[in-house]
């Protein structure tokens, strides 16, 4: 194959994979099986390294990991990751209104209902379409730049579709461990703790404690190759930059989408009070058929004039406040208790 060649095939490989990533990891509809998908990465990495003059830093292959960071950069934001205040019942979410009403003088106020993800704040640079920073939040004003790390998460693009986004921008969103990986991480803790001979309660000791924090830990690790075996996922949920062509929150998470972000679909624009509470109601009973973990809602006015308008306070802004759930800890009947023989014999009961 001669160079040019090589090229050509590197340039055609990378479009079809970027294509295959967002079908699976953001669309949940891939359209080739795990095995094609993998022969063409195969192809990729083979041609890159016979060609490394055609490596980029936004290839499909960067996903597989393998750069270390040893310690990771401090990075400020440019705009400060800021918190949210929060609620805890209707009655404190009607002073919320009372007091956006108030400022905005009776004007017409929509809502934009989301689900709070309970999960790892991440700020991302995108400079002409192409990923070039993730930063943790860190203290809201600076944090720790985990781009290596991020670029193995496979719904995150590296590379956007083309768009209307201006040359620089930054998307915030949540990273999260689906409940899923987060089982099974455990699942194979637990198998290798047996293997080594621990007992139950000091294997119970050394588990995961809950997806959020698994999250966090997976993020800070050194080695990108170990992040990549994790499975994290992200959901994007407000743009910041200048010279957008929207005009507000509901549409910029639109745009989002069409730029090929994984934006959540259970959004809801709500002309009033009424329907933020039955969205809060509805979530509260179905978060647990969530594929992973939310601790509330948060509600945010959609108009982006009306958010410049009310402003923030020393901490938080006016525009946006949170409703949070009570923790997801329960009190059950235990109706029965199995037992698990595991590959060394050991005996795990099971509730
Ligand atoms: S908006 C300025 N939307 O919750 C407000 N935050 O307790 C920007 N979070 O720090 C945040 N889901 O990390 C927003 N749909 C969502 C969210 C969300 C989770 C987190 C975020 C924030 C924290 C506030």
């Known amino acids: 194959m001669t160079k040019e060649q090589a090229g050509k095939r590197i340039k055609e490989l990378s479009h079809e994979l970027d294509e295959h990533n967002y079908k699976y990891y953001v669309q949940s509809n891939p359209t080739i099986s795990d095995y094609e998908f993998d022969k063409l990465l195969e192809e990729l990495i083979s041609l890159e390294k016979q060609f490394p003059e055609f490596l980029s830093p936004h290839s499909p292959s960067q996903r597989v990991g393998g750069a270390i960071t040893k310690d990771f950069a401090t990075v400020v934001h440019k705009y400060p990751m800021m918190s949210l205040g929060n609620t805890y019942s209707e009655e404190e979410l009607r002073d919320f209104d009372q007091r956006v009403r108030k400022i905005l003088s009776d004007e017409k106020i929509e809502y934009v209902c989301e689900l709070k993800f309970d999960g790892v704040a991440i700020g991302l640079t995108y400079k002409d379409g192409e990923l070039v920073r993730a930063v943790t939040r860190g203290d ?37 461990l689906p409940r899923k990986e987060f089982d099974r991480m455990n699942a194979e803790l637990a198998a290798q703790l047996t293997e080594d001979g621990f ?46 062509s929207f005009k507000t929150h509901f549409e910029s998470l639109d745009k989002a989408r069409e730029w090929g972000f994984k934006v959540s679909d259970k959004v809801c624009l709500c002309s009033n009070l009424k329907v933020v509470m039955q969205y809060i109601n509805e979530w509260e009973h179905k978060r647990e058929k969530l594929g992973f973990e939310i601790d509330g809602v948060v509600i945010k006015v959609n108009n982006y004039r009306q958010q410049q308008e009310l ?36 005996i795990t009961p099971v509730a």
């Open 199 to 244: 007992s139950d309660d000091e294997i119970n000791e050394r588990l995961y404690r809950n997806p959020r924090n698994t999250a966090s830990g997976t993020l800070k690790q050194q080695d990108s190759a170990i992040v990549a075996t994790r499975n994290l996922d992200c959901f994007l949920y407000a743009l910041y930059g200048d010279n957008f």
């Open 140 to 176: 809201g004003v600076q944090g720790d730049d985990v781009t290596a790390n991020v670029k193995t998460i496979r719904s995150i693009p590296l590379k956007l579709k083309k768009g209307d986004f201006p040359a620089e921008f930054v998307i915030r969103g949540e990273i999260i």
């Open 311 to 346: 402003g923030f306070t020393s901490k938080v802004p006016r525009w946006a406040i949170a409703y949070k759930y009570k923790a997801e800890a329960a009190a059950t009947v235990l109706n029965d208790i199995g037992y698990q023989i595991g590959r060394t014999g050991a």
